[in-house]
């Protein structure tokens, strides 16, 4: 239980520190671009408990059945190499609802590569170990 604290902490103080930082001064800097370093993308489905077609937004309104809570619109994302040091952060987007489902998507831009696998955790579902090489293309997260 005290990883999970220190890997959410870390994560937490990283999207901090990501906010308010004033940038290096270069326009249009990308962070995925740097060297030794990967992005991450993925999505994740969420068992739906209330979906309302049409409205004022596009697709409906979905919400997420009890005990899923922490897996919604801007849910920290951290990820962590074989060490379980926080290499990369983000949060989940929105990106598609169904009667059935809200779904999610992540992308963490410049994680540092070198490790032979990495940790990805969502909200406080856990830590999901994948190899380096699953990592280059998306993953689709499992309930945790």
Avoid: H
Wanted: glycine share 14%; aromatic share 6%.
């Amino acid at each position: 239980m005290a990883r999970r604290w220190t890997v959410v902490a870390s994560a937490g103080a990283a999207l901090l520190l990501t906010a308010c930082s004033s940038g290096d001064g270069r326009s249009g800097a990308d962070p995925e671009s740097g060297p030794g370093t990967f992005e991450i993308k993925g999505t994740i489905s969420v068992p739906s408990s209330t979906y309302v077609a049409g409205g004022d937004q596009p697709g409906g309104f979905c919400t997420v059945k009890d005990g899923y809570e922490d897996l919604r619109t801007g849910a920290s994302v951290a990820v962590t190499n074989a060490e379980g040091d926080v290499v990369g952060v983000s949060s989940l987007v929105d990106i598609d609802r169904k009667a059935s489902e809200c779904r999610y998507s992540f992308d963490v831009p410049g994680v540092t590569d070198g490790s032979a696998s990495y940790g990805i955790e969502v909200g406080n579902r856990g830590i999901v170990e994948y190899a380096r090489d699953q990592l280059d293309d998306p993953v689709e997260l499992p309930l945790g």
